[in-house]
């Protein structure tokens, strides 16, 4: 998960790396008291997790603090790739004589970790690598290889960092790699490593991102809130629902109420959903093995989001049971009861035993039943999805 | 013939005492694949469905000659599982949980890689060479012996594929899961060179979803295969920066979008299907 830039750089700085001096504002009027207090130009930089933010006018200077509060103002009232801007991070204006990349990195094809340093800075990296693939300077290591200074050094050489600065340049990018390895990170970024114009070098930008399958290792990540995001942006309210009953959730446009089994097939799913001409309003996963109880949460969520109109559910038993996904929608029907038209698919791991489950809580109680249409192993996936979009386009009228 | 596996395999369960290890292991055993033994450290001796409990891997390989092992353990401790299974000259490792910590999935790679063994997920569903063995969690309801090979990403997906191949006759003649998280202990490349050399395997299904760079990375291999691939990618319509159930599902800036995997795929000479039913299609028209 990604981390804000100025969560970013406090663990740079508490590492040693220098970064401008700054503070998070969440108003207008610590705005122009911060700048103040600074008595320098500064830079506001929104705080929001993606990138792009430069582009889309989301960084702006500031000469006096009167201009940091019109300046903060307008960018609290911006959304930056829909998301809106909530936290700026209110910087000392650095006056840049050179700006270089440094990072450190996952490549997942080869299984190492690479180092990278690059004496463009400033734009992204896929930018120079496609522009200026011979100004990018590497170094790959096994997950268990150590990098050793010379190396680092090496780097800083390679980009053209002058002899005077090649040890602070070098234990930066040294310094990198080891909290890339402390918080078992996907992606550590420096973009750009500044040279100022009276020749200190300064971490302008940083970009940090976490495994977060990792988590359990760093608690003080967890404190931070990390679980609660997407790679971008925050989460949904009703996706942080579904987070904290252990559901992967993910809010989408459509019409369509995704109640599929497996990741997998949740993500295809709403592919066909889209071929066959409908929209999903989700996207879902039940994760491996679900209680019944966490099924019917699942179905607890469609129902109770008014852009569903009606719902697609499949299942194909596999570490997960048929006769758990059955007792699941069954206590789903008694508990909550459904308002939506359901067409659905189940086949895989106890299926018979899970039609037993339907059959009887059918002949229990019908009226139950009356929005639902249960399939087998006999009808093509495809045709379920086809009349989930049917029956979603009829509830619609 | 088969890849990975077949009947002669001699299958050990990492973790046999837990409720999801002993629940497939009876499906496993079920379905009559040679199951030889179990670790749970602190309980050997014990049994789990007549079949011997060990404290260590090493036991398994010197008493029965165990040269494969699914692990059925919490993420945290497939490491350690994992390692153990190598050092202790395992050949085959199938790594059924799922988000397993990327570093430590580098390191079983690594140590893989220097023994000789393979890995097989994580977050796998497992692997099945249908009418002989079936390692993992895949529902038997979906196999049927035959000719076509799959390697999935996906569990879910692999049954489906599976299931669709078994009612129009093709059958399978391996199913590899090749896992959900974003680091995988094998890649697709490696299994397609795997069927490529497998006499019984006439075609081979690939089924690759949003996320990382294996799919693109198989044009190479697939533009050197005799037999033809038939490739499915999920997630045309995937939002961006936003991970769908599997750990590694999410496209991160440009990289790993369904659309360019379909793109390389496509120029590396795979057939598209865009639906299960596509695939039976291709598969006539090829004559396989």
Known sequence: ?397 | MAILVDKKSKVIVQGITGTSGRFHTERMLKYGTKIVSGTSPGKGGQKVFDLPVYDTVEECVKNQNADTSVIFLPAKFVLEAAIEAIYAGIKLVVVVPEHIPIFDMLLIRKEAKKHGSTVIGGNTAGIITPGETNIGIMPDIAFSPGRVGTVSRSGSLTYYVADTLTRTGYGESTCVGLGGDPVLGSTFNEILSLFEEDEKTKAIVLVGEIGGVYEEKAKETIKKMKKPVIAMVGGVFAPQGKRMGHAGAIVEGEMGTARSKLKALEQGGAHIAKTFLDIPEILRKLRI
């Open chain 1, 1 to 397: 998960m990604r981390l804000y830039e100025f969560e970013a750089k406090k663990i740079l700085s508490e590492f040693g790396i220098p970064v401008p001096q700054g503070k998070v504002i969440t108003s207008s009027e610590q705005a122009k008291r911060f700048a103040e207090d600074l008595k320098k130009p500064v830079v506001l930089k929104s705080q929001i997790l993606s990138g792009g933010r430069g582009k889309a006018g989301g960084i702006k200077f500031a000469q006096t603090p009167d201009e940091a509060y019109s300046s903060a103002k307008e960018l609290f009232s911006l959304k930056i790739k829909g998301f809106p801007v909530e936290k700026i991070l209110l910087d000392e204006r650095l006056e840049i004589e050179k700006e270089y990349y440094i990072g450190v990195t996952l490549d997942r094809l080869n299984y190492k970790i690479v180092v990278i340093a690059s004496s463009e800075g400033g734009v992204e990296i896929e930018e120079i690598a496609k522009k200026h693939p011979e100004k990018i300077k590497k170094i790959g290591l096994d997950i268990d290889e150590k990098l050793f200074s010379f190396q680092a050094f090496g780097l800083a050489k390679m980009i053209g960092i002058e002899s005077s600065d090649i040890r602070t340049v070098g234990n930066i990018i040294l310094t990198l790699w080891k909290l890339y390895k402390r918080y078992d990170a996907k992606l550590v970024e420096i973009n750009p490593l500044v040279l100022t114009k009276d020749k200190k070098i300064v971490a302008c930008d940083a970009r940090m991102s976490v495994d977060d399958d990792s988590l359990f290792r760093h608690p003080e990540l967890e404190k931070m809130g990390v679980e609660k995001r997407h790679e971008e942006g925050e989460m949904t309210q009703r996706e942080k629902k579904a987070k904290e009953w252990g559901i992967p959730y993910l809010d989408l446009d459509g019409e369509v109420g995704m109640f599929p089994g497996g990741a997998g097939f949740g993500i295809m799913g709403n592919d066909f959903i889209n071929y066959f001409g409908g929209k999903p309003a989700n996207f879902m996963d039940s994760g491996g093995g679900p209680t019944p109880e966490r099924l019917a949460q699942m179905l607890v969520l469609l129902d109770e989001n008014p852009k569903v109109k009606a719902i697609f559910g499949a299942r194909f038993g596999g570490i997960s049971r048929c006769d758990d996904f059955a007792k699941g929608v069954v206590i789903f029907l008694k508990e909550h009861g459904l308002s939506k038209p359901m067409v659905l698919r189940m086949t895989g791991n106890m299926w018979k035993q899970g039609l037993e489950i339907f059959e009887k809580a059918k002949k229990d109680n019908p009226e139950l039943f009356k929005n639902i249409e249960i399939h087998g192993i006999g009808t093509p996936i495809e045709d379920i999805a086809k009349r989930a979009v049917e029956l979603a386009k009829k509830a619609k009228k």
